[in-house]
């Protein structure tokens, strides 16, 4: 949950967000739990929440609003608007767009290193250097190997691991880096 990403940035506690903000901590240990959505709040303990987190009103909104897809829709969303824009505008667009320290942010680190794994996979292809502000994020990787649907489906279908041991051999470097198994970003349909 973003909230909860902010404090921990801040090294912040839910007793010190309430204290700063002088939200009741029951309130604040709601939120942060999700049992409250930020949503829902009043438009006075948004305001206190966002002062208190040196963030925006919509910021908090915004955050709370966006649904998380599966990561297989992910990969095809990601895939088609590289087909779509090409290499250089993608690269371009999504170094612009802040979009890889932003799923950082919030947690979604598969969508993350997926994202982020495109992008050097793109600019090697193109003979491009790599960014270097993602220096901390090129460093983690999944905790565990990350499959493509098909390849899981098959494997179970089979009852075998074979399935997973081919495309680890055919999986593109910049996404098995992160423990991300990806061999085909080009073929989308």
Not at 67 to 75: G, M
Not at 116 to 126: F, S, T, V
Not at 127 to 142: D, F, I, T, V
Request: proline residues 2%; charged residues 25%; aromatic residues 8%.
């Amino acid at each position: 949950m973003y909230i909860n990403d902010l404090m921990e940035r801040q090294g912040m506690t839910k007793y010190g967000l309430a204290k700063r903000t002088g939200i009741a901590y029951a309130t604040v240990s709601d939120i942060c739990s999700g049992k409250s959505r930020i949503a829902s709040c009043s438009g006075e303990t948004l305001f206190k929440l966002a002062k208190g987190l040196g963030v925006t009103m919509e910021e908090l909104v915004e955050s709370s609003l966006e649904r998380r897809s599966s990561f297989e829709a992910f990969k095809s969303a990601t895939c088609h608007q590289v087909k779509e824009m090409g290499d250089l505008d993608f690269i371009i667009a999504t170094l612009k767009s802040g979009r890889v320290i932003e799923l950082w942010g919030k947690g979604w680190h598969a969508e993350c290193l997926y994202l982020l794994a495109m992008l050097d996979y793109l600019c090697r292809e193109n003979g491009l250097p790599l960014c270097r502000e993602y220096g901390e994020m090129r460093q983690a990787r999944l905790s565990e190997m990350l499959y493509p649907i098909g390849v899981l489906t098959l494997s179970g279908a089979m009852k075998s691991e074979a399935p997973k041991r081919e495309s680890l051999k055919e999986a593109i470097p910049e996404f098995l880096r992160f423990n991300i198994v990806e061999s085909e970003v080009r073929s989308v349909i």
